[in-house]
């Protein structure tokens, strides 16, 4: 389960900066791949509204992963944060903003 600081970190409302270059992808199950598999870890994953990327899976070693690449500096405001204790990765999903 995600701690009590994670939750704080994604209230709604909260802005969350992606300083660095950041790999995205538009499938679900690529996406969950990612994501820790250790005994007491968590993840987030986030649903994403994005505007500006570079679309690398023409390039990409696996273009069936369809990765977008997010430019450095990217902030994102949380409009909701769904907790699923039943997912086997302890996963959290944040839905896409609006346009």
Not at 22 to 46: E, H, M, N, W, Y
Not at 72 to 79: A, H, M, N, Q, S
Not at 86 to 96: D, I, Q
Request: one cysteine or more; proline letters at 15%; glycine letters at 10%.
């Amino acid at each position: 389960p995600l701690d009590q600081g994670t939750y704080r970190k994604y209230r709604p409302g909260s802005i969350i900066p992606w300083p660095g270059s950041t790999s995205t992808s538009t499938q679900l199950d690529v996406a969950r791949s990612f994501l820790p598999g250790k005994p007491g870890k968590s993840g987030i994953l986030c649903a994403i509204n994005i505007h500006t990327y570079t679309d690398v899976g023409p390039y990409s070693r696996y273009p069936e992963e369809e990765e977008l690449l997010l430019p450095p500096g990217c902030e994102f405001v949380v409009t909701k944060l769904v907790a699923v204790p039943t997912h086997p990765e302890g996963l959290a999903l944040l839905p896409p903003l609006s346009p």
